[in-house]
């Protein structure tokens, strides 16, 4: 079945850098555009950003364009998302699914908290 198992959150200070993995499985991820969402406490779940299937197209939240970066490997059946200068509002559990079509079922996320 479609599995999506997210890793690499953490605590860490205002403009500090975290990088984030998605492992995927259970469908031909090579074709599949890919997006990474995101949830902040009280608040529905937003998309932060999509990668097509071959990498070569990528698309951010406008309010995160320039800190923000995310990448695939289309042999490992992954896909990252580099954050860098971090904001408190950057607070959330992070989650990766695919980036078309209906949402599958969703992993357990990674948890990031930005404080000091």
């Known amino acids: 079945q479609v599995q999506f198992v997210e890793s690499g959150g953490g605590l860490v200070q205002p403009g500090g850098s975290l990088r984030l993995s998605c492992a995927a499985s259970?469908?031909?991820?090579?074709?599949?555009?890919m997006s990474w969402f995101r949830q902040a406490p009280g608040k529905e779940r937003e998309l932060v950003a999509q990668i097509s299937s071959g990498g070569s197209r990528r698309d951010y939240l406008d309010s995160l364009k320039g800190r923000f970066t995310i990448s695939r490997d289309n042999v490992l059946n992954t896909v990252d998302l580099q954050m860098r200068n971090l904001k408190p509002d950057d607070t959330g559990v992070y989650y990766c699914?695919?980036?078309?079509?209906?949402?599958?079922?969703w992993g357990q996320g990674t948890q990031v908290t930005v404080s000091s």
């Open positions: 699914n695919i980036g078309i079509g209906n949402p599958r079922d």
């Open positions: 259970g469908f031909i991820f090579r074709t599949t555009p």
